[in-house]
């Protein structure tokens, strides 16, 4: 993504003085708060997300890995797992045209969302034992692309957290593979940590190709990554098969 001036790449300075925001201590906040604040003030995503009118700042993370791997296309039919604020769903209605009746976008979500043109929020548990069969219906066939910004709740212990959002990771794979068409892509939030194997090992079963990929609106001092499988095997894949791991740090 290109560092417009003012935009998300830019230095953070203007005529030589900082603007960096700094917020000011009080009785009711607490230091972890108060550097919270600080970091969304200051956090040139942020602002542009306000300025271009999406949900939330995640909107830059899917909006840069779809303009390197060209993923949503006219017409896709789209499910966006813990969809809530809706920037990523936000996105992939306005790629795939659902707004106009080219495509469908369903977002999931145990919160409710304030409606966005061209996607359809449901209130849903994806783990329910129904869920695939009512989205299928809900989408009026199979998925092209199930997307996840999903995060578990943090304890604050590094490995507990991992292997949690690592687990949440492994069903919402086993998910997109029962809503999931032939060639369809699945895009999914993880953290590093080593223990990621087996949900990695069924991507390769299920996918051509699995990379990891770090956006650049992903804050630098996160062990925040994504994980893009695309090609969707479907009922024609070769269990025998395995497909590459390919790693795109940047």
Known sequence: MSAAKGG??????EGGRSLKVRVKSTGKRTMSSKLWLERQLND???AQARRDGWRSRAAFKIIELDERYHLFKPGQKIVDLGAAPGGWSQYAAKKVGSADGKGKVVGIDLLDVETIAGVDFTIMD???PDAPERLKAMLGGRADGVISDMAANTTGHKKTDHL???HLAELAVEFACEVLAPGGFF?????????EGEMLNALKRDFTVVRHVKPKASRADSAELYVLATGFRGE???VSERSPIVPEWT
């Open 8 to 13: 998300p790449g830019s230095s953070g300075h």
């Open 44 to 46: 040139p995503f942020v």
């Open 126 to 128: 994806f783990l329910e």
């Open 164 to 166: 949690r959002i690592v």
């Open 187 to 195: 895009v999914a939030k993880l953290f590093q940590g080593g223990s």
């Open 236 to 238: 024609a894949r070769d």
